[in-house]
């Protein structure tokens, strides 16, 4: 069965901490995504790699880093966690060879910043 | 512009309805576009995807693409309590661009 595995379901962290989103898929997968959702915002892209230790911007980049040093595992990096970053976090990957066009989502990660 | 929109409803029907989602997109060259479906406190789920224009059936649930005027539908005949959930538009070129979402309740 495909999967994608993100390290927490909820996360709680302090206004100024450096946060760590891990995402591991088991597909071989060459694309990776990571969004975030907000109510009414629907999935806005932060990052996607699209190969190991290579990284695009998305639409809403602006503090937040990400590192693929293998090709199962893409990390999101909060650089200094604020409330506006209070989100449901979701990692995605995906294969797209000729029509095949689906992408594969973890559960998401709730994080919460006070 | 957003690449792809979408109103957020939210849609109540009852039980038996049709179902209409409907999203617009901005860029005529696309040519992958997806439903996704996502149950509460779940990650979305491939619902249906077609590719450049025409419609896609499948069990209860249609696709349709209008290149001509950038639209995207899709309709859930003889919806079901279980169709209850969140209904995403996306399109793809070289990343995967979501609409807001359609919350959609099918009461019984």
């Known amino acids: 069965d495909v999967k994608v595995t993100q390290s927490s379901r909820y996360l709680v962290k302090r206004t100024g901490e450096k946060v760590f989103l891990e995402c591991v898929q088991d597909?071989?997968?060459?694309?990776m995504f990571w969004y975030r959702q907000d109510p009414g915002l629907g999935l806005r892209l932060i990052y996607f790699?699209?190969?190991?230790?290579?990284?695009e911007k998305g639409d809403i980049p602006e503090g937040y880093s990400v590192s693929r040093e293998k090709k199962e595992r893409f990390s999101l990096i909060l650089e200094s966690a604020s409330t506006n970053q209070t989100s449901m976090y979701l990692c995605?990957?995906?294969?797209?060879?000729?029509?095949?066009?689906?992408?594969?989502f973890g559960q998401g990660t709730r994080l919460t910043v006070v | 512009q957003k690449e792809v929109e979408q109103d957020p409803g939210p849609l109540s029907v009852p039980e038996g309805a049709i179902v209409s989602l409907n999203c617009t997109y901005s860029?005529?060259?696309?040519?992958?576009f997806m439903w996704y479906r996502q149950y509460s406190r779940k990650g979305p789920e491939l619902l249906m995807y077609?590719?450049?224009?025409g419609n896609k059936e499948d069990g209860r649930f249609t696709a349709q693409v209008d290149k001509s005027s950038k639209y995207i539908s899709l309709f859930i005949r003889d919806s079901q309590p279980s169709d209850s959930a969140t209904y995403l538009c996306?399109?793809?070129?070289?990343?995967?661009?979501f609409g807001a979402g359609t919350t959609v309740t099918v009461r019984a």
């Open positions: 995605a990957s995906s294969l797209w060879q000729g029509l095949n066009t689906e992408a594969f």
């Open positions: 597909m071989d997968h060459e694309n």
């Open positions: 790699s699209y190969d190991v230790k290579m990284k």
């Open positions: 860029n005529s060259a696309f040519q992958y």
């Open positions: 077609t590719y450049s224009s």
């Open positions: 996306a399109i793809r070129d070289y990343k995967l661009s």
